[in-house]
């Protein structure tokens, strides 16, 4: 008999709401984590800026009424700190400490046939044995770190945003580098300048951004918002993005061009990237409205940037506005003008060595006393292909994933029986309210747990042509839309030589539910019971 029902990887959102889910339905469950503390990508991402780009009203669990009544967010926008906070106070609330097994990292998991289970090994030399594997590692949790020639040679400290000191870094009259100007390079790069004697922000790729307009949260409105959670969540849960935002509902292209202005403005003026990009239903799928969109942002910038030259290099050109996930920042380009900042244009000269002193361009040298990486993540399946997972026959996922991730409804993969991930690839994980989708993952994988005991079942396992049929899903509709033309890491692009598959889901999150619903009701359609 196997040691526990269920291990999990992982105590983030979704490792720590599914050590609530699997106990409350009887099961006995313990969470590993690698880290020193709970809280997965707001535990490691501890950079200064760190902020949440899903208001904290759509950010936080919904399965519980009580917690949503009494815990009270303190901005529109959260930061790390108190995400952080939040997730302790659930910790707490729940009793679920002793489930969680900390500074702990699953180094393999490998599937006995013959038993019916996983056994899982930790870094700590110890292994259990488990009839169900459900991996909650994240979507964004393997960091990376591009190898630059010289990098072990640089003088200074180094450090990637993803594995920020704890207790922080004294910037204060030194000459920093950063690399990388995703959601993470834009929002710590106005902290940095604000400590350091010069900031050069090294840029490969110009970004767009949306202001947030972040504010403190009236206890007025949370009041009356409270009062209305429950059909909120609702709404959430059968809107596309897992969050309800309203549009227009109307093409830009039969808009006239005046109005689509004033629309534009006034969604800029609120802040906020969903209500922005989702003013009209074609942004993301027609290049010309998308188009419309994007110069609307580069006016923002050119009118926000004092010196032309470097609003021109600011200014996103290289693909449509939306199909890199879009950046959210109140004062990412306004710090372009402080006389100890400057931009660095690495697609025309790319970056060449570091060296003892700091950095070598294919054009100029920078002296540099610190270099910070915000270079990203091997993203979707890059924390799953770290750990030596065997399947059936012995047979590794990164095998079975060499030509890029696959699963049946994101969740499953065949060959890999009981073993259920959280937000994988091929669901809409990372293009929808993460906290939302996190929680449909996990009472979906509990119902599937419980429904095998409760009919005479040991094992599920996704059936081969059902996850066929869904990755051809999932790529039709990825090529119904802009998104397959960035170079972004939605695609695996970011990593060299990593295959390109676009992972996320673009279904929409209600009609994905819809459709894990579905295939629950029919017995698990799709997958082999045994
Ligand atoms: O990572 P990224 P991120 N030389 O991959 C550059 C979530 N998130 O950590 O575009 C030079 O987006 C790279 O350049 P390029 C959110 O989902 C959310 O910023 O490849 N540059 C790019 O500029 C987000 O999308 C929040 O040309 C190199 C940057 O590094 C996701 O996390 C906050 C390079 C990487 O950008 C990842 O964001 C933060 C090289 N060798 C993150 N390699 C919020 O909720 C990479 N780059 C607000």
Same mark, same amino acid.
């Given at each position: 008999?196997?040691?526990?029902?269920?291990?999990? &990887?992982?105590?983030?959102?979704?490792?720590?709401?599914? %050590?609530?889910?699997?106990?409350?339905?009887?099961?006995?469950?313990?969470?590993?984590?690698?880290?020193?503390?709970?809280?997965?990508?707001?535990?490691?991402?501890?950079?200064?800026? %760190?902020?949440?780009?899903?208001?904290?009203?759509?950010?936080?669990?919904?399965?519980?009424?009580?917690?949503?009544? +009494?815990?009270?967010?303190?901005?529109?926008?959260?930061?790390?700190?108190?995400?952080?906070?939040?997730?302790?106070?659930?910790?707490?609330?729940?009793?679920?400490?002793?489930?969680?097994?900390?500074?702990?990292?699953?180094?393999?998991?490998?599937?006995?046939?013959?038993?019916?289970?996983?056994? @899982?090994?930790?870094?700590?030399?110890? %292994?259990? =044995?488990?009839?169900?594997?459900?991996?909650?590692?994240?979507?964004?949790?393997?960091?990376?770190?591009?190898?630059?020639?010289?990098?072990?040679?640089?003088?200074?400290?180094?450090?990637?945003?993803?594995?920020?000191?704890?207790?922080?870094?004294?910037?204060?009259?030194?000459?920093?580098?950063?690399?990388?100007?995703?959601?993470?390079?834009?929002?710590?790069?106005?902290?940095?300048?604000?400590?350091?004697?010069?900031?050069?922000?090294?840029?490969?790729?110009?970004?767009?951004?949306?202001?947030?307009?972040?504010?403190?949260?009236?206890?007025?409105?949370?009041?009356?918002?409270?009062?209305?959670?429950?059909?909120?969540?609702?709404?959430?849960? +059968?809107?596309?993005?897992?969050?309800?935002?309203?549009?227009?509902?109307?093409?830009?292209?039969?808009?006239?061009?005046?109005?689509?202005?004033?629309?534009?403005?006034?969604?800029?003026?609120?802040?906020?990237?969903?209500?922005?990009?989702?003013?009209?239903?074609? @942004?993301? $799928?027609?290049?010309?409205?998308?188009?419309?969109?994007?110069?609307?942002?580069?006016?923002?910038?050119?009118?926000?940037?004092?010196?032309?030259? $470097?609003?021109?290099?600011?200014?996103?050109?290289?693909?449509?506005?939306?199909?890199?996930?879009?950046?959210?920042?109140?004062?990412?380009?306004?710090?372009?003008?402080?006389?100890?900042? =400057?931009? &660095?244009?690495?697609?025309? %000269?790319?970056?060449?060595?570091?060296?003892?002193?700091?950095?070598?361009?294919?054009?100029?040298?920078?002296?540099?006393?610190?270099?910070?990486?915000?270079?990203?993540?091997?993203?979707?399946?890059?924390?799953?292909?770290?750990?030596?997972?065997?399947? $059936?026959?012995?047979?590794?996922? =990164?095998?079975?994933?060499?030509?890029?991730?696959?699963?049946?409804?994101?969740?499953?993969?065949?060959?890999?029986?009981?073993?259920?991930?959280? =937000?994988?690839?091929?669901?809409?994980?990372?293009?929808?309210?993460?906290?939302?989708?996190?929680?449909?993952?996990?009472?979906?994988?509990?119902?599937? $747990?419980?429904?095998?005991?409760?009919?005479?079942?040991?094992?599920?396992?996704?059936?081969?042509?059902?996850?066929?049929?869904?990755?051809?899903?999932? !790529?039709?509709?990825?090529?119904? !839309?802009?998104?397959?033309?960035?170079?972004?890491?939605?695609?695996?692009?970011?990593?060299?030589?990593?295959?390109?598959?676009?992972?996320?889901?673009?279904?929409?999150?209600?009609?994905?539910?819809?459709?894990?619903?579905? @295939?629950?009701?029919?017995?698990?359609?799709?997958?082999?019971?045994?």
């Amino acid at each position: 008999m196997a040691d526990l029902d269920v291990v999990v &990887v992982g105590a983030g959102f979704a490792g720590i709401y599914a %050590a609530h889910a699997f106990r409350s339905a009887g099961l006995s469950v313990r969470v590993f984590e690698a880290g020193s503390g709970i809280g997965g990508t707001w535990f490691w991402n501890c950079y200064p800026g %760190a902020r949440c780009d899903v208001e904290s009203k759509d950010y936080s669990y919904s399965f519980s009424p009580e917690l949503e009544q +009494e815990w009270s967010w303190s901005e529109r926008y959260p930061a790390q700190p108190e995400v952080l906070r939040y997730l302790h106070h659930v910790a707490g609330k729940f009793g679920l400490w002793p489930l969680i097994q900390l500074n702990t990292r699953v180094t393999a998991a490998q599937w006995d046939a013959a038993r019916s289970e996983w056994s @899982v090994t930790t870094d700590d030399g110890a %292994a259990r =044995t488990a009839r169900f594997c459900v991996m909650a590692v994240g979507c964004l949790s393997a960091y990376q770190v591009p190898s630059l020639p010289g990098l072990e040679t640089f003088g200074g400290p180094w450090y990637h945003t993803s594995r920020w000191p704890a207790d922080g870094v004294d910037f204060t009259g030194k000459r920093v580098g950063l690399i990388g100007t995703g959601s993470t390079g834009i929002q710590v790069a106005p902290e940095i300048a604000a400590a350091a004697a010069h900031l050069y922000v090294f840029q490969r790729t110009a970004n767009f951004a949306v202001p947030n307009r972040n504010r403190a949260v009236d206890p007025e409105w949370e009041r009356a918002f409270k009062a209305d959670y429950r059909s909120y969540r609702q709404r959430a849960q +059968e809107s596309f993005l897992g969050v309800p935002i309203t549009g227009t509902g109307r093409p830009a292209l039969a808009e006239p061009p005046a109005e689509i202005q004033r629309t534009l403005m006034a969604r800029w003026q609120s802040g906020g990237g969903m209500p922005f990009l989702g003013a009209y239903t074609d @942004v993301l $799928v027609d290049r010309a409205a998308n188009d419309i969109v994007a110069e609307f942002m580069r006016d923002r910038i050119r009118e926000t940037v004092a010196d032309p030259s $470097v609003a021109e290099l600011l200014c996103p050109r290289a693909y449509p506005v939306g199909a890199k996930r879009l950046c959210q920042s109140d004062d990412y380009f306004a710090m372009f003008n402080l006389p100890n900042v =400057t931009l &660095v244009d690495i697609r025309s %000269a790319p970056i060449s060595s570091v060296y003892a002193g700091g950095l070598r361009t294919a054009d100029s040298v920078y002296e540099l006393d610190a270099l910070v990486f915000a270079t990203g993540f091997d993203a979707i399946s890059g924390a799953l292909n770290r750990i030596d997972v065997r399947g $059936v026959g012995g047979v590794p996922l =990164t095998e079975k994933w060499a030509g890029g991730p696959r699963s049946y409804l994101g969740v499953a993969a065949a060959g890999f029986p009981n073993m259920f991930i959280v =937000t994988g690839p091929g669901s809409p994980s990372v293009f929808s309210n993460m906290v939302l989708s996190i929680e449909q993952h996990v009472e979906w994988i509990r119902d599937c $747990v419980v429904y095998l005991g409760s009919h005479g079942y040991s094992t599920a396992q996704a059936k081969p042509s059902a996850e066929d049929a869904w990755m051809a899903h999932v !790529t039709e509709v990825a090529y119904s !839309t802009l998104f397959p033309l960035a170079d972004s890491w939605y695609v695996g692009a970011n990593i060299p030589g990593k295959p390109r598959v676009f992972t996320p889901y673009l279904g929409g999150v209600g009609p994905y539910r819809a459709r894990c619903d579905e @295939v629950a009701a029919a017995g698990y359609e799709g997958f082999v019971l045994d």
